[in-house]
DNA sequence: CACAAATACCTTGACCGTCTAGGTATCCAG
DNA sequence: CTGGATACCTAGACGGTCAAGGTATTTGTG
């Protein structure tokens, strides 16, 4: 049981979710599930770091957000990408791989 | 030219160092300068990020250091393993395999 | 000789994203 | 009626990275 800090995270979790609305507008909560269920929990995603960075990426015009109905009837923010938000997932992701291949090269060598 | 915000490297340093010296003592700047040239410089390891982090390892126990001489015969303080700092590695980079693996997946998925 | 650049170390404070730990409200199951 | 799941929100703490300064020595250049 360690403590497992998740300071690996730190600036992924943008990249994360903005590949998850490109399947499709989400809600927040849905999107944490999401992210969970996709990883087999390898990223945990607390409510505390999810909501801010929605807020952080809304002003910022990544995404927009719109109140709509949860499959189960709730009231839910469904956010949606917009194009600006489209040319920075795919920036991220580039950035990701290039990171992520020099890390493990050097971790995994 | 785009601002490339480092903040993947948020967690990840500490085990690239301790990997770096996995292969042997090295003082503190010939570390940053040897991740750089490995990584093509897809990681830049700034002083003010590295010295700080050398602290807390040593502190932690995860690394000792000794003043000596480099090879161009200049003073530096060379820094070596633990056996604290050897099992710390081998979870870090657990840690990130499963990480980067899970990050991937969804990314580049 | 003067000066820049490289080597090698160190420190302060700002910055900023994540986490902890609370909170609200609704709905369903037991 | 109680607990847990759904769904949102927030304040403040925390902690690692970075920018920008600093010292001292050596080597190379004009």
Do not use: C
Request: charged share 30%; net charge neutral; aromatic share 10%.
């Amino acid at each position: 049981m360690s403590k497992e800090r998740n300071t690996l995270l730190h600036g992924t979790l943008e990249a994360l979710v903005l590949k998850t609305l490109s399947y499709g507008p989400r809600h927040g909560y849905a999107i944490a599930r999401w992210l969970e269920e996709r990883t087999d929990d390898a990223i945990q995603v607390e409510e505390g770091s999810l909501y801010p960075a929605l807020y952080r990426m809304e002003e910022r015009g990544l995404l927009r957000a719109e109140w709509g109905r949860s499959e189960l009837d709730r009231r839910a923010k469904f956010y949606h990408l917009t194009p600006r938000g489209e040319t920075t997932l795919r920036e991220e992701v580039e950035a990701w791989a290039r990171f992520s291949a020099a890390v493990s090269a050097v971790l995994l060598g």
